[in-house]
């Protein structure tokens, strides 16, 4: 009975203290995440030049085509799921079956939660907390706060953490100011960035570059995020 009741009081702490974050995350940006301490080290936050590998921005002052590139390539039922898209996982529960190479479901959502608290893992404990703090973020963020803080905090380049670091990295300009093209091109390093660099197209990235696009015209263009998001971005 002891250690029920000890179990108990340990998961209410855990659960009750990452409600606590995950609710102050909702309105303060994170001075790093998980992975980005994995892989620059938590000194790098003393580091003056920080802001070149990860420097959030507001949702406002990201492109509405970025926006729109990262759902048409990682989520498109974004703005319809409750964090897990049920007919995706499914369909890769299926095709993994015949494939060598597996493929995953996961969404921007629980992206979040992996790159805010997690470790670089395909463990069955990983993959029940990625579970879990996907479940804690859908019920305290909105749709837009998730889909700012995955724009600032997913990799886009070796090293380079959110939209501004990229934008600026790879084609010298401002995240509210990224076309189509730029956005799609940077959507398509995703979900390896490591081995792709917007800097040196491949014929693979401008096929992929060439599908996102594809994909964000089926989707309704820009006009799908202004009915989604409520935000007014200036381009």
């Known amino acids: 009975m002891k250690i029920i009741k000890f179990t108990l009081k ?15 995350f909702r309105f303060i940006n994170p001075a790093s995440t998980a992975f980005i301490n994995n892989e620059l080290g938590t000194g790098a936050l003393l580091k003056t030049d ?14 509405r085509y970025m926006q729109l590139s990262v759902i048409a390539s990682e989520d498109q039922r974004f703005f319809d799921h409750w964090g897990f ?26 992206q979040v939660a992996k790159n805010l608290f997690l470790w670089r893992s395909k463990s069955l404990i990983r993959k029940g ?18 889909l700012e ?22 084609f010298h300009t401002d995240p509210k100011k990224l076309n189509a093209r730029q956005s799609a091109l940077l959507a398509a390093t995703l979900p390896s960035p490591k081995k792709r660099n917007p800097s040196r197209t491949t014929p693979y990235l401008l096929r992929r ?5 594809r994909q964000m015209n089926l989707l309704g263009g820009t ?8 935000c007014s971005p200036v381009f």
């Open 10 to 24: 340990f998961v209410g702490l855990f659960t009750a203290l990452n409600l606590l974050i995950i609710f102050f």
């Open 50 to 63: 920080y802001s070149e590998n990860y420097s959030p921005v507001k949702l406002c002052n990201i492109s």
């Open 85 to 110: 898209d049920l007919d995706q996982i499914q369909k890769a529960l299926k095709e993994n079956k015949k494939r060598k190479i597996t493929r995953g479901a996961s969404t921007i959502t629980m």
């Open 129 to 146: 907390m990625e579970v879990y703090y996907t479940i804690l973020i859908e019920l305290l963020w909105s749709k837009e706060r998730i």
């Open 149 to 170: 803080v995955y724009l600032n905090s997913a990799e886009l380049g070796n090293g380079i953490y959110g939209v501004k670091p990229a934008a600026t990295k790879y």
């Open 209 to 213: 570059q060439g599908e996102i696009i």
């Open 223 to 230: 006009e799908f995020i202004k009915r989604n998001v409520n």
